[in-house]
């Protein structure tokens, strides 16, 4: 009998071995990538692609969400997957004029409770004007100049989003306080000097 319930015990524990080493290697299996921006790492189910002409970069949801509006993050993922989102705005990829070398704002969101997303600020959209063929000297300006503009068009777009989301999150009530109280400090101070 005891030989019996060793012997069981030992194969519990054996079984118990076996199942953490294929818990572990399995684990282990999982590829995690890093984030290109922060540097973090991620499951890859995790991550947004980013492709330019330049190179193919994958970013953390964070990143990608401080990099590009929610209109293009809702088209990416529309292609990615194709599941309804139904807590924000849903948008037709025929909303947008996405021509080179225009801006055009998106007047039409399918969303009828959200239709004053179309009058803010991020809504505007810009895409460089395509570098032709061009070489030499022409052809590396062109490259240099269409580089220039998107990075200004992104930093005015990053901009732009943090004062959206500043005046999303700010209370009037309180900044009305806030603006009364300083006013009558200062007249106060000046009153008294």
């Known amino acids: 009998m005891t030989n019996q319930r060793m012997n069981t015990k030992s194969t519990l524990e054996e079984d118990t ?14 590829e995690t990538y890093r984030c290109a921006l922060c540097e973090q790492e991620f499951m890859t189910d995790q991550l947004v692609t980013v492709s330019t002409t330049v190179s193919d970069d994958s970013l953390c949801s964070y990143c990608a969400d401080s990099l590009f509006d929610e209109f293009e993050q809702q ?7 194709h599941s309804v ?7 037709r990829s025929s909303d947008t004029n996405l021509d080179s070398s225009t801006i055009s704002e998106n007047p039409n969101p399918t969303s009828i409770e959200k239709s004053d997303q179309s009058r803010r600020a991020s ?3 810009w895409t460089p004007p395509r570098v032709g063929t061009n070489g030499g000297v022409l052809g590396t300006i062109l490259s240099i100049h269409s580089l220039s503009l998107s990075l200004l068009w992104a930093i005015h777009r990053t901009n732009v989003r943090l004062i959206e989301r500043f005046f999303d999150e700010v209370d009037m ?5 806030l603006w009364l109280t300083l ?11």
């Open 183 to 193: 006013s009558t400090a200062l007249m106060m101070v000046a009153t008294l000097t």
């Open 173 to 177: 009530q309180m900044i009305t306080i």
């Open 17 to 30: 071995e076996s199942q953490e080493q294929i818990h572990t290697q399995s684990v282990s299996t999982e």
């Open 123 to 125: 809504a505007v959209s």
């Open 85 to 91: 989102d139904d807590t924000g705005p849903q948008y």
């Open 75 to 81: 088209t990416n993922a529309g292609k990615q997957s």
